[in-house]
């Protein structure tokens, strides 16, 4: 590295800001709660193995990609590319990734916010020692109880959105370093004492089976969708967030390596959740495929058993919360950002878009029926996966081209902070051509055309 040399210092801390505040938006519910879940769903093994497939072959190199358009455009994602298109001589109409990108981060805090919600009610049903020596069909009761409670869904879905709103208001980034630097790696130990609670006392044989040995005749076109959607959503890909936070990414650092480490902890972590999860599923009789309460009704038997379970799993609780709290505010940076270069007042800005986002939060409260009617799609769901796994990689797919075929191929490579060219062109080979296709390929086959 040439550069580190002339200033050291800065360069490094920056580069370690941008990695703790990407982390913080990377790692999140989407981690422990929807990658165990949605695992379960889909069949374990194969649909693990296609998901890793999309990290790799995908979300890495689409990242990597979003990352420079944040540091070229030095903006929020509208205005980013919006000038980048008129540098690049191509029409302005690029910047619809950019609104694209805000409206489905408002779409997924809509949701996000709600489970979030569940999280905060179970730090205190675990403090309060709600769970202790409680059976599993104890704790599957009171998940239920919760999900018919409207009050409680309410109130907790607005404390989250109200916390989200007032951290934005007064600006972004502050605080959140200590949240990234501190919590997250006592977060991940705590993932290690239940993932060691779940090899000593659950069933953690069927758990790496069902991770790891793929059946792809379990393997749907909806099933490849899903994991491609949910690689875009674990690494806060396709909508702008990371776009913005690379903005603030000082020239001399190497995006590549950056993102690449950002998305091996997320990746690691989700990993370390789901196996800490099934091995609880399965020795107590739990279905996998029991949908968005599976980490609800799994965890908290390991509360409920070990000593001091309560300080542990509340503060587990505490955890997540706060790790949610670190992701949902870049679903909502960007668009406040945007308000903001329109010269709307920060707070007016972020009191707008939280409000529409807490009346998505509403939407699904009121038309998900979670006990009843399984099979039945509420606002849940469908913000869910238009946003997740539609949007979301449209976004990718039109970065993809973006820097792959309209930017100049001499400004990617000035700016990308990849030393080697061989390791340059691979990047950009896979930009180029099998990113792009991958996606393609995961539409065609959730609509059944190949
Ligand atoms: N990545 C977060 C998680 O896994 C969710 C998230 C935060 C997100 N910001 C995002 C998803 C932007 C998509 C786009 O919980």
């Given at each position: 590295m040439t550069n580190t040399q002339t200033t050291p210092a800065p360069t490094w801390q920056n580069r370690w800001t941008f990695i703790l505040a990407a982390t913080g938006s990377a790692v999140g519910l989407g981690n422990i709660w929807k990658f165990p879940y949605i695992t379960g769903e889909y069949g374990g093994g194969a649909f693990v193995l296609v998901y890793l497939a999309c990290i790799l072959l995908i979300g890495v190199p689409v990242m990597i990609a979003e990352v420079l358009l944040g540091r070229l455009g030095k903006s929020d994602p509208i205005h980013s590319m919006t000038r980048l298109s008129i540098d690049a001589r191509v029409s302005k109409s690029w910047s619809i990734v950019g609104i694209s990108g805000v409206l489905a981060g408002l779409m997924i805090l809509s949701f996000y916010s709600v489970v979030a919600g569940w999280a905060i009610e179970y730090v205190i049903a675990t403090f309060r020692g709600d769970f202790a020596n409680a059976d599993k069909d104890g704790i599957a009761a009171q998940f239920s109880a919760l999900l018919v409670n409207k009050q409680d869904l309410i109130t907790y879905h607005s404390i989250f959105i109200a916390v989200t709103a007032t951290i934005i208001a007064f600006g972004a980034s502050r605080g959140i370093g200590i949240a990234v630097r501190v919590l997250m790696p006592v977060l991940f130990i705590l993932l290690l004492v239940l993932l060691g609670y779940g090899i000593q006392e659950g069933d953690f044989r069927s758990a790496l089976h069902f991770m790891f040995s793929p059946d792809f005749s379990k393997l749907s076109g909806d099933a490849v969708l899903v994991a491609l959607g949910h690689a875009f959503f674990t690494l806060s890909l396709g909508m702008g967030a990371i776009m913005?936070?690379?903005?603030?990414?000082?020239?001399?650092?190497?995006?590549?390596?950056?993102?690449?480490?950002?998305?091996?902890?997320?990746?690691v972590i989700a990993l370390i959740a789901g196996l800490a999860i099934f091995p609880l599923v399965f020795a107590n009789g739990l279905e996998p495929s029991s949908g968005p309460g599976l980490m609800f009704v799994s965890l908290p038997i390991a509360f409920g058993s070990i000593s001091n379970g309560a300080i542990f799993g509340g503060l587990f609780f505490v955890l997540v919360s706060i790790a949610a709290l670190s992701s949902s505010i870049s679903l909502i940076e960007p668009g406040v950002a945007w308000l903001e270069r329109l010269n709307v007042k920060r707070w007016i800005g972020t009191l707008c878009l939280t409000l529409i986002a807490w009346g998505g939060g509403m939407a699904c409260i009121y038309s998900n029926d979670w006990l009843e009617t399984q099979n039945a799609w509420g606002a849940f769901e469908w913000l869910e996966h238009i946003a997740s796994n539609i949007m979301l990689p449209l976004g990718g797919l039109f970065i993809a081209i973006f820097v792959g075929w309209k930017l100049r191929r001499g400004l990617v490579r000035k700016n990308i902070g990849i030393q080697k060219e061989l390791f340059f062109n691979i990047w950009y080979g896979v930009l180029r051509i099998i990113a792009p296709l991958g996606i393609i390929v995961v539409f065609l086959k959730a609509v059944n055309i190949v």
């Open positions: 913005t936070y690379g903005a603030y990414m000082p020239q001399t650092s190497s995006v590549a390596k950056t993102v690449v480490t950002v998305a091996v902890l997320d990746t």
